[in-house]
């Protein structure tokens, strides 16, 4: 008897494993996996635009087609593991296969400038499909996402030289962040929020309280930010510093010259933001630094660490 009430708990333990998320040596295959595949139609391309002089019209429409019917099938490859992955790698991929399907449409007028092409109707209708898939899946990701449209957002965009300390009242039932084209400002959000996104900010100050969720930062230079956060991802950054709580290991891409600090920060608040994260002070990763351009087992050269940072206090 004793046994058979075992057998359920066992059940239920696998299921749970096999919905949860990556880890973050899964991502990191998956991301080389990918980027191997995007490299390989590419170089399909690159060939069949080089070779297009000695080919008939036929063999330039069943080039482009085999490479069309390529990317749709690592796209539906994608599409399987997608709920595995980070909410900003799913908006990454799902641009990369777009990207290469428009690289195919811009190839196919440049090799038939002047007449006019369809693919089959069995790839058009499985174009049709996935393209539906693709908005189901987005409409489900904006629930998560963060948008300028809902109410629920605080967005802070299109500003310079501004500085603005925000209020308890001011991001009142506010619970994500979209900072955006800012330069030179001193923006200062000392509280708790659930995601962060950060797009296109140069020669600026950012400091938050706790991120309970993810930390997205695109396209900056030159700036400042202190946070603490339970995930930090870091894409197309150069000359910034990032002054960081987190149990987790940050994650940079296609990015340079940037500087990780261990946070050192005090303000009326942070030690009720610390407790609200449920970040171990203690167990401080900010320069456990995961680099996905850099796949080899020394350090990377695209980053450094310093923990001489002096306390700040606000």
Known sequence: MEKTNNEPEKKEEKVEKETEKFTIAEI???YAETTTKLKEIDDMLAK????SKNKSDKEKKDGLEEITTKIKLYREQFYNVMEFLPGYDKLQYSKNYDE????????????FPKKKFAFSKNNKKQNENIKEKKEKSEVKE?????????????VIKDLNNFTKKYTKEEILGKNNILIENINKCDIYLLHDFKACYINNCQNC?????????????????????????????IHQTTKS????????????????ENIFHPLKIKYGEFDTNKKI?????NNNKWNQVQDFQWLKKDKSPNFSTDDTNELIQI
Request: proline letters at 1%; a negative charge.
């Open 277 to 281: 994260s449920g970040v171990d002070e």
């Open 205 to 233: 100050n950012i400091y938050l309280g706790c991120i309970c969720g993810g930390t997205h930062i695109t396209n900056c230079i030159n700036s400042k930010i202190y946070l603490i956060t339970h995930q930090l991802r």
């Open 48 to 51: 069949l635009e080089a070779e």
């Open 28 to 30: 990191r295959k998956y």
């Open 100 to 111: 290469e399907l428009e690289k195919v449409n811009n190839l196919k007028n440049k090799l």
């Open 142 to 154: 904006t629930k998560k996402e963060i948008t300028e449209s809902s109410i629920t957002d605080l």
């Open 241 to 256: 510093d990032f002054f960081v709580l987190i149990n987790s290991n940050p994650i940079i891409e296609h990015s340079q």
